[in-house]
């Protein structure tokens, strides 16, 4: 009974708009107060949350990512793409799935990957013709993979929370994350070979080519730089956001299109998303320590162990809960809930964390392209100026695709666990 009490006053809480940390933090000192524990265990918990040096590199990284984004890197990357691939069949669009890919590498970020991407791409898409949902529904499908391919800012806070490796965790990413990344480019193709609506574009000059490369070459290098320094062990991912983060200011100003104004924006900017997070991140830590005390994890996986216990049935479930979470409740809300309740479950399943965490991501993946919370189609509102109508008639394909990933991932576990734990 206690269960049911808990999770339909959470509800109630979020229904009401209640903001997502004040609800979890809210009913997690109610929580422990009923329980007639003391309430200094709440500061004690707000401060082991934030004294972590493995959290440190989600501000570096949406810093980086905010610098870039003032500096117009988005632009340059996608010059450089769709001149290499803008005469094939769609070719704008694979440019948009190619940027999105390589912005990822650097950001961590799905709003930062669908906002810098998007207002280079969204103009010059509409401007060839393309259909105005498909090319609203490619960006916000295309910044997703901003928390997939690494460096991941889900991923960090999963690793955070169940203390697995991050560095692990970003490898396993990789092949799923490029293997989404093909298939949106496939159906992009697909697209606009037969339903057309784009004007075909005639094959770059090579001098244009190697002049649009040259300028997004820094960019790529960074890239390169802080995904090598992760996996070769020479830098933690801390030190890597902290190292992209001075690289990246060198490179915009070096371009000369860094001002103090623009560096003042990138730093309010990501204060803000930084801080958003972090409160989150903090009441979810005060409504899970609070539900440990009632025992509820554990209750919930007896619960599944006792009734289900085929691994892939309860991958199912886990499957089916979050899509019908995804509704509700944003990527990282959903991450910091669910992840402390349904972790104590992988163990008595066998089910490897690391696989999981790469499956858990995928499906929150499409939590946010689906309505009504679904941030990046409101990210893309934005940049579009487009009507949210016009954004999830574009992005439900996309949806299907990731649900399909999803599926492939279940079946084929190797396809995240070749490449974390070795060819």
């Not at 799905?110 to 103009?123: D, E, K, N, R, Y």
């Not at 889900?154 to 965790?169: A, C, D, H, K, Q």
Request: proline residues 6%; glycine residues 10%; contains cysteine.
């Amino acid at each position: 009974m206690e269960v049911v009490l808990i999770l339909f006053s959470l509800i109630a809480l979020l229904v009401l708009r209640t903001p997502v940390a004040f609800a979890l933090g809210g009913l997690g000192v109610i929580l422990l107060w009923i329980k007639g524990l003391p309430l200094v265990a709440v500061p004690q918990r707000l401060y082991g949350t934030m004294d972590s040096f493995e959290l440190l590199a989600v501000p570096l990284f949406l810093l980086m990512s905010n610098v870039l984004l003032r500096g117009g890197i988005g632009k340059d990357l996608f010059a450089a793409v769709q001149s290499w691939v803008r005469h094939w069949p769609g070719g704008l669009g694979v440019a948009t799935i190619l940027s999105c890919g390589l912005f990822s590498a650097i950001s961590g970020s799905s709003v930062a990957t669908a906002a810098t991407i998007g207002t280079v791409a969204i103009p010059e898409m509409t401007a060839r013709g393309y259909d105005r949902p498909f090319v609203l529904g490619l960006l916000a499908a295309g910044g997703t993979l901003g928390i997939l391919i690494p460096p991941s800012i889900p991923m960090i806070l999963y690793g955070v929370v169940t203390e697995t490796s991050i560095p692990t965790l970003f490898l396993a990413g990789i092949g799923p994350g490029l293997f989404l990344a093909g298939s949106f480019i496939v159906y992009g193709m697909l697209y606009s070979r037969f339903k057309g609506g784009y004007e075909p574009l005639p094959a770059t000059s090579w001098s244009e080519r190697w002049r649009t490369s040259l300028l997004a070459l820094p960019t790529v290098v960074l890239a390169a730089a802080i995904i090598g320094a992760i996996y070769s062990g020479i830098a933690t991912p801390s030190e890597s956001a902290g190292v992209g983060f001075v690289l990246a200011l060198a490179i915009t100003g070096a371009m000369k299109r860094m001002t103090w104004e623009k560096l003042k924006d990138a730093t309010h900017s990501a204060l803000r998303t930084t801080v958003m997070i972090f409160l989150i991140v903090a009441g979810a830590k005060v409504f899970s320590y609070a539900i440990t005390l009632y025992l509820i994890p554990q209750s919930i996986s007896q619960v599944l162990t006792t009734n289900i216990s085929d691994p892939n049935l309860f991958i199912l479930a886990v499957g089916v809960v979050l899509l019908i979470i995804g509704f509700f409740l944003e990527a990282l809300s959903m991450l910091l809930i669910m992840v402390p309740v349904l972790f104590p479950s992988l163990e008595a399943m066998a089910i490897d964390p690391i696989w999981f965490g790469v499956f858990f991501v995928i499906l929150i993946e499409t939590a946010l392209i689906t309505p009504p919370v679904g941030l990046n189609l409101f990210v893309i509102q934005a940049v579009g100026n487009a009507r949210l109508e016009e954004v999830m008639k574009g992005a439900w394909p996309f949806s299907l695709i990731m649900l399909a990933t999803a599926a492939l991932l279940w079946f084929w576990k190797d396809l995240a666990l070749f490449v974390a734990y070795g060819f």
